[in-house]
């Protein structure tokens, strides 16, 4: 639905590498995508890598480059996506967050300037990855904020998708793919969280409770992954949970040992969220079209937000990290494909 | 000042192989440590190892103990102190937190049974590094909760170091070496958390706030590692925050890349705790003497709590993962002996 090409990059001189992850609401009659815009400078030597960020001891913060020699011995290549120089983690483009509407769903036009750049100190290598909640009469957009400090996740709010409120750091480092729900549960906030353990290191599912969506704690784990399926390596929560009458259901992904991203369904408890009631055998959407197989870093679909109209949910997910796709599935049958059992 | 020798084990047939990283307070006219000591299964085969934790599926839970043949193909040899097989990182010794006092500070008796054991899912492999904080008339205990999960931090309080109430987690994994200020500042209460990341991995100093001790947020980076420095590698604050006329005094933990853990001090803004105004160029104490260089996890001194009497400062800290010691210093000294600049 959305490619590199069709976006104008946010700089002069710079392209669009990727278009991907997007969150997804239904907003004034349109389906309206927060897609993330990963740019970077147009390459002029083969011979370097080339690290975008924003450097906050200027003033005002303004882009700035590091580059780096492929052939410096302090240079670790990682994969596509990042490398790491003298003990520092980079990456080697910098994304933001672009609106992008819809009448159909289907064709999107995308925004010219960006909706929610890098501007704080822990987005200083970029913006990502968000998630948008509809509660109580205002917009919520909870995105991945990376920096030297490491990967954590930050929020921001709007009335109306033009100017943004932003709120500073939800979660501490490390902590992607934070969802918070719709409405309070027991009073409380609830969110779904993905904390990352480096000594004991289990990518798992957690919720966190908030009695005003800045402070969050009772964290509690929620799912963990399933050692020889699909979803064996890490897990996280994808789309905003939607209210059922059989449950919370959460679009989640998982990733196995090769880095093969899929997506899957989950069932949760209505009044205690972190109680799991069913779980996705199979993965509702693996890897398979060419687009889907090879990209920016290949073999992944990755969801951000599903939109829900009548029956039909449109899941919105990034493909290769390059292409922003959307799938269509009966909710319905979503529903009957789960196990009765979390755990088969 | 604590040795493994003069602690009972909480099992029968165990040892107790560490007390270490002891939380300190001045109760009742007395210097009370809450005391990690951490215990297995007396060794019976030296071709196994052997994982202690508690087993949440057995109603209560129990100890349960994994045997892994040293041959076993599935096994990685970590350090001493921990192991990984199949995929999954557990710990040689479970720890449980044990009240010690003395009147003069330097000899202690302990008590015979713990005082806050594992009990949790969360606390499965085991309940370490406490700091004790008195606020608002009341103790609170913050310490590192190890599972398969990850390590996270738990609360706990007490009024009489008897019966402790427990609170659930507060920061999700990986985090510890939180520690909670004795008084709110600017209305709100605020601790120092050492947040680890995975692919980004920066072991610093953050701070985060808290309107009700259970939820925590505005997460800020507070202090960073030093290149080339003692505290080059991974820092964590130690002793909780002490007021001065110059501003908060911390007492913390840096180690370089071949993990030698030093002490240093650093001195914050008592409005903003986030701003740094000092820190320590050498540190106050490294691993020099036998005890300290060589025991469970050598080259290691570790603080989890200090105790201020007139002018003179009592370091309670690990030394080689193994004892429990003490130094004293001038609290007038120390300030003065910190340089102005904090990058300095």
């Known amino acids: 639905m959305i490619s590199p090409e069709q976006v104008k990059p946010s700089q002069q001189g710079w392209e669009v590498v990727s278009t991907l992850n997007a969150g997804a609401i239904l907003y004034q009659g349109e389906v309206l995508l927060l897609a993330r815009v990963a740019e970077r400078p147009r390459p002029d030597d083969p011979d370097e890598v080339v690290a975008p960020m924003l450097d906050m001891l200027s003033d005002p913060p303004a882009m700035r480059l590091l580059h780096v020699r492929r052939s410096d011995p302090h240079l670790v290549g990682g994969d596509p996506r990042l490398f790491t120089y003298r003990g520092q983690t980079y990456l080697t483009s910098i994304s933001h967050l672009r609106i992008a509407r819809s009448r159909d769903g289907r064709r999107f036009s995308v925004e010219d300037r960006p909706a929610l750049a890098p501007t704080a100190w822990y987005e200083a290598f970029g913006v990502e990855d968000p ?20 990967i ?57 409770y908030s009695p005003d969506l800045q402070h969050w704690g009772e964290h509690v784990s929620v799912m963990s992954r399933r050692p020889g399926h699909w979803d064996s390596a890490r897990i996280g929560a ?9 449950g919370w259901l959460v679009i989640y992904h998982g990733a196995d040992e090769s880095q093969r991203y899929s997506l899957g369904a989950m069932l949760c408890n209505l009044e205690r969220p972190e109680s799991v009631l069913a779980r996705s055998a199979e993965p509702l959407l693996s890897p398979e079209a060419p687009y889907e ?27 290769a990290d390059k292409f922003i796709c959307g799938a269509a599935v009966s909710l319905t049958e979503l529903l009957d494909s789960l ?3 979390p755990t088969s």
Request: hydrophobic share 40%.
């Open 152 to 208: 954590a996740t930050a929020l921001a709010s709007t009335h109306d998708f033009r100017s943004f409120a932003r709120h500073g750091l939800i979660f501490a480092p490390e902590n992607r793919n934070v969802t918070v729900f719709p409405e309070k549960v027991n009073g409380r906030y609830v969110c779904y969280h993905r904390p990352v353990g480096h000594h004991i290191e289990a990518m798992d599912m957690w919720a966190a």
């Open 238 to 246: 994808g789309a905003v949970p939607i209210r059922t009458e059989r």
């Open 293 to 319: 197989v090879e990209g920016f870093f290949g073999n992944v679909v990755f969801t951000c937000g599903a939109t829900l109209r009548g029956d039909t949910l449109v899941i919105y997910y990034g493909a």
């Open 339 to 341: 196990p009765e059992s």
């Open 131 to 150: 998630r948008i909640t509809e509660i109580e009469g205002r917009y919520l957009v909870t995105h991945t904020a990376v920096s030297a400090h490491g």
